[in-house]
């Protein structure tokens, strides 16, 4: 699923080697682990819907990416009007 050789996951799961960078990250995303669990482990305080928000947002290609930020702009411009948050 990952497009990795047979021999590279076997030695990342026997801790063998020092895999790369560019092994890891299509094993991440074919595991559907959310790579700053890895290697920023404080992200795991963060709640269960922002992890997967940030899993979603990580899968986009640039051109999805694209699309969406004005729509996510719009829809947490018109959240925040509903209930806005005071600072003290």
Partial sequence: MAGLDTR????IEN???NPKIKSLFPLFQ???????EVFSP???QESAAFR????LLGSCTE??????????????SAMRAMNP????
């Fill in 63 to 76: 051109a999805e990416a694209d699309a969406l930020l004005p729509v996510m702009k719009a829809v947490l």
């Fill in 15 to 17: 801790g063998k080697g």
């Fill in 85 to 88: 948050t005071r600072i003290q």
């Fill in 30 to 36: 074919a595991l559907k682990i959310d790579s700053h």
């Fill in 8 to 11: 590279t996951i076997m030695n």
């Fill in 42 to 44: 404080e992200l795991l």
């Fill in 52 to 55: 997967q928000f940030r899993l």
